[in-house]
C-alpha cells in the first residue's frame, strides 16, 4: 500500500513514487485484448510497462494476453460487447456552448473557436460519463459500473508520460537487436553490430540477452560514472534512463514471451532497483509465472500446480525442462505445428510394418500431433495446407523478383553499352576534328 502522508523513506517502509512511502509486496497483472497498441510483446508495450514497474515500486508484474482462438474468454473482449442497456437511445448534444467555426481543413478558425470545440467535447463526455455510472444505475451483468473520463494529455501527472518517440528512434536508429543466432557459441565469437558497437545483446535479439555478449551490466548512460547512485533517488534514476538503459534493464528483469511479458525484482547485489526495496517488498522464491501449459495426453491441459512443481523439481534438467516449455514459446501449439510442416511430416508415405500391415505414416503424425497440442486433425490439415499455400506464394515472389533483377540487369547492359558506344563514337569525332585544326573554328560544336 502507499502512505500519501509521508515523504522520504516514510515509517519504513520503501521510498515510494516521488516521495511517498510504500509497504508490502506489491504485485500487478494486467490482462489486454492483445490489440497492436495492446499486445505484451511489442516494443513499446514492453518498454512503457517496465516505466510502471518501475515508477509505482512493483516486486512483480504481469501483462497478459490470450492466445488466439481464446478471446472468448478474455474478459477484456467480452466487456467490449453488448454488456449494458444504458446507451440505446442516447443522444449527446456536440454544440451545447455554440457552434465551432472551422476553416477549410476542418480546424477551428481561431483560438476562441479551439476553447469552444473544447468545452463542447467536454460536455459530451460529461453526460456519458454520468448515464454510465453506477451511481446511476447502470450495470453491467447485475455490477455496477464504473465510469471515469480520460484526461488530456496536458492534464496527466509527469509520471503517466512516457519518451516513445526516444525509444522509437533508438530501435530504428540501428541500436541494439543484432539478430545474432541464439546459439551462445556463436554469439560469443560473432554477436553482430551490438558486439561492434560496444553495445551489450538485449531482449531484441535473437539470444534475447542471454549470450556472453549480455554480462557484465554496464553503467547507466545518462549519469555520470562519478555519481553515487546512492544518493538519488529512485525517480531521479527512473527520469534519466535512456533506452539502452531501459532495455538492460528489461533484460536482466523480465521475460518476453508471444502471448505476456513478465518482469520481477531480482537479488543482483549491485543493482541499482532491486537493492532499494526491503525485504518485505521481495517474497523469497519470487520466480516467472509459467503461463503457458502443455497438453496431458488425454485431451486435457497440464495444471497451475503440476507446472509449478516441475519448475521447483530437485533436479536441475528437470527444471530446465520445465523453464524451456512454461517460460518460452518453443512448444506453443502453432510452433509444433509449423515445425513438423518444416520437416515435410505432412507429405508422409505409406509404409509397411515388419507384420506385412499398411501404415500411413503421414497419418500416424497427425494423431500424434493431435495428442500433443490437442488440436483437431483437420485444423492441423488446414494450418498445413496454408503454409503451404504460402510457400507457394513467397516461391513465386521471390521468382518474380529475380526475373525482374534480370531484366533489369539486361537493360542495364544495354544502357551501358550503347553509352560506351556513344562514348567511342565522341571521341573519335573529336579526335578528327583536332586532326583537321578546325575546333577553334566552331565545327565541334556543330559535329
Known amino acids: 500500500?502507499?502512505?500519501?502522508?509521508?515523504?522520504?523513506?516514510?515509517?519504513?517502509?520503501?521510498?515510494?513514487?516521488?516521495?511517498?512511502?510504500m509497504t508490502g509486496t506489491s504485485i500487478l497483472v494486467i490482462t489486454v485484448d492483445g490489440g497492436h497498441d495492446e499486445n505484451p510483446r511489442f516494443y513499446q508495450q514492453v518498454m512503457a510497462s517496465t516505466l510502471v514497474f518501475l515508477r509505482t515500486r512493483q516486486a512483480f508484474m504481469m501483462l497478459l494476453t490470450r492466445a488466439a482462438g481464446w478471446t472468448p474468454l478474455n474478459a477484456v473482449e467480452v466487456t467490449q460487447a453488448h454488456a449494458t442497456k444504458r446507451l440505446a437511445g442516447c443522444i449527446f448534444q456536440s454544440e451545447h456552448h455554440g457552434k465551432?467555426?472551422?476553416?477549410?481543413?476542418?480546424?477551428p478558425r481561431s483560438e476562441a473557436d479551439q476553447v469552444?470545440?473544447?468545452?463542447?467535447?467536454?460536455?459530451?463526455?460529461?453526460?456519458?460519463?454520468?448515464?454510465?455510472?453506477?451511481?446511476?444505475?447502470?450495470?453491467?451483468?447485475?455490477?455496477?459500473?464504473?465510469?471515469v473520463a480520460s484526461p488530456r494529455v496536458e492534464d496527466l501527472p509527469r509520471d503517466c508520460l512516457v519518451p516513445e518517440a526516444e525509444w522509437l528512434n533508438y530501435k530504428t536508429s540501428g541500436h541494439g537487436g543484432c539478430g545474432c543466432a541464439p546459439s551462445e557459441q556463436r554469439c560469443a565469437g560473432s554477436c553482430g553490430s551490438c558486439r561492434r558497437k560496444g553495445l551489450r545483446c538485449t531482449f531484441r535479439c535473437a539470444c534475447k540477452g542471454?549470450?556472453?555478449?549480455?554480462?557484465?551490466?554496464?553503467?547507466?548512460?545518462?549519469i555520470e560514472p562519478s555519481l553515487d547512485l546512492s544518493t538519488m533517488s529512485l525517480d531521479e534514476i527512473i527520469d534519466r534512463l535512456s533506452a539502452y538503459d531501459m532495455e538492460i534493464?528489461?533484460?536482466?528483469?523480465?521475460?518476453?514471451?508471444?502471448?505476456?511479458?513478465?518482469?520481477?525484482?531480482?537479488?543482483?547485489?549491485?543493482c541499482w532497483y532491486c537493492t532499494r526495496l526491503p525485504k518485505s517488498r521481495k517474497p523469497p522464491g519470487l520466480e516467472f509465472f509459467p503461463t503457458y501449459t502443455l497438453a496431458n495426453g488425454n485431451g486435457g491441459w497440464m495444471t497451475l500446480k503440476e507446472r509449478a512443481d516441475l519448475l521447483k523439481d530437485e533436479s536441475s534438467a528437470t527444471r530446465k525442462q520445465a523453464r524451456e516449455c512454461f517460460?518460452?514459446?518453443?512448444?506453443?501449439?502453432?510452433?509444433?505445428?509449423?515445425?513438423?510442416?518444416?520437416?515435410?511430416?505432412?507429405?508422409?508415405?505409406?509404409?509397411?510394418?515388419?507384420?506385412?500391415?499398411?501404415?500411413?505414416?503421414?497419418?500416424m503424425r497427425v494423431q500424434l500431433l493431435t495428442s500433443v497440442t490437442n488440436l483437431k486433425a483437420e485444423s492441423i490439415q488446414e494450418m498445413w495446407k496454408e503454409y503451404d499455400g504460402a510457400a507457394a506464394s513467397n516461391l513465386l515472389a521471390a521468382t518474380k523478383r529475380e526475373i525482374e533483377k534480370s531484366a533489369a540487369a539486361a537493360a542495364a547492359v544495354k544502357v551501358a553499352a550503347a553509352a560506351a558506344e556513344s562514348a567511342q563514337v565522341v571521341v573519335g569525332v573529336k579526335t578528327?576534328?583536332?586532326?583537321?585544326?578546325?575546333?577553334?573554328?566552331?565545327?565541334?560544336?556543330?559535329?
Request: glycine residues 16%; charged residues 20%.
Open 432 to 447: 578528327l576534328i583536332d586532326c583537321w585544326g578546325l575546333a577553334g573554328a566552331g565545327v565541334g560544336d556543330a559535329a
Open 327 to 363: 517460460l518460452t514459446d518453443k512448444y506453443l501449439p502453432s510452433k509444433v505445428i509449423r515445425e513438423a510442416w518444416e520437416r515435410k511430416w505432412h507429405v508422409g508415405k505409406l509404409s509397411k510394418t515388419s507384420q506385412g500391415a499398411t501404415v500411413d505414416v503421414a497419418a
Open 116 to 147: 469552444l470545440e473544447r468545452l463542447n467535447h467536454k460536455y459530451a463526455v460529461d453526460c456519458l460519463t454520468r448515464v454510465l455510472s453506477g451511481d446511476n444505475g447502470a450495470t453491467a451483468w447485475g455490477r455496477k459500473t464504473v465510469s
Open 100 to 107: 465551432v467555426r472551422r476553416n477549410q481543413s476542418g480546424e
Open 1 to 21: 500500500g502507499a502512505d500519501a502522508g509521508g515523504g522520504g523513506q516514510g515509517r519504513g517502509g520503501i521510498e515510494g513514487p516521488r516521495g511517498g512511502a
Open 249 to 270: 534493464f528489461i533484460s536482466n528483469h523480465g521475460l518476453v514471451t508471444h502471448y505476456s511479458f513478465q518482469i520481477k525484482v531480482c537479488d543482483a547485489i549491485g
Open 210 to 222: 542471454t549470450c556472453s555478449n549480455a554480462t557484465p551490466v554496464p553503467p547507466l548512460q545518462n
